[in-house]
């Protein structure tokens, strides 16, 4: 005989019912999860500029930059886009003026702000513009390297040329 201990209107065990309700729900939640992310646009029709700043250099450090040359992401190695210019501009730093309690901003000679803009081929998507497995985002530190250099910066400018 069937013990209907535990069961619904004697027929549907409520541990069943829990069972099914769970999977049901793990089921939703993968399907969320691993649906794929719309694009805007593909790879090879959507040209980002971003710039690229490497603080606290020696002034020369410019001539290390080439316009032209390929930069590459120095953690992982791959390209990240074509230099297309670079700028310098003089380096600032803050330092404490004890003689009238405050703090000043003063130029640090031989020290130089180089700002290097790069051209590349992105995917734009819903959560990220990358180009190729680098995700480009204004305020993120990114390591860069040429044949000619190796340097750590922030990006300060993105932008999409239409």
């Known amino acids: 005989m069937i013990d209907k201990k535990f069961r619904l209107f004697g027929k549907l065990s409520v541990m069943d019912i829990l069972m099914v309700t769970a999977v049901a729900a793990l089921a939703y939640v993968g399907v969320q999860f691993s649906a794929p992310v719309s694009v805007e646009a593909s790879p090879s029709d959507t040209t980002i500029i971003y710039t690229v700043e490497l603080t606290n250099k020696r002034s020369e450090f410019i001539n290390n930059v080439i316009v032209g040359e390929p930069l590459f992401d120095s953690i992982r ?57 680098f995700d480009v985002m204004v305020g993120m530190e990114v390591f860069v390297r040429t044949r000619d250099f190796a340097s750590a910066g922030f990006v300060v400018t993105l932008e999409r040329v239409e």
């Open 77 to 133: 190695g791959f390209e990240i886009g074509r230099i297309i210019s670079v700028d310098s501009r003089p380096f600032y730093a803050d330092a404490p003026d004890f003689e009238n309690n405050v703090i000043r901003r003063g130029e640090v000679e031989g020290f130089s702000f180089i700002y290097i803009e790069v051209e590349a081929q992105a995917q734009i998507t819903e959560r990220a513009t990358s180009v190729g497995n």
